[in-house]
Nanobody, 124 residues
């Protein structure tokens, strides 16, 4: 599986962005997908995780983004999305999408394939 993330950019606090992640492969629906982020000087952290389709596509969010971010997947388009609203300066990071052979993964070690990352910068 190859992943290509895009949609990052510079936005003012309170604004919105939508990230997209296009995946190759005809079995994309069988993979769990996740969004991670890494801010300068910090470890990579999970933002949202979506289970594979057989598991109903359940979604988990980090507490820091609950109510502000919405993750989704469109298996017909082999694409996952991260709609980010009410952005805060602390959301500034490089955002990565990833795919896992597991039913659902929350740790970066559980993910097998990674996109290249897209920069999100939120100004105050």
């Amino acid at each position: 599986v190859q992943l290509q993330a895009c949609g990052g950019g510079l936005v003012q606090a309170g604004g919105s962005l939508r990230l997209s992640c296009a995946a190759s492969g005809r079995t994309f629906s069988s993979y769990a997908v996740g969004w991670f982020r890494q801010a300068p000087g910090k470890e990579r952290e999970i933002v949202a995780a979506i289970s594979n389709s057989r598991s109903g596509g359940s979604i988990l969010y980090a507490d820091s983004v609950k109510g502000r971010f919405t993750a989704s997947r469109d298996n017909a388009k082999n694409t996952v999305y991260l709609q980010m609203s009410s952005l805060k300066p602390e959301d500034t990071a490089v955002y990565y999408c990833a795919a896992s052979r597991l039913r659902l993964g929350v740790g970066q070690n559980e993910y097998d394939y990674w996109g290249q990352g897209t920069q999100v910068t939120v100004s105050s």
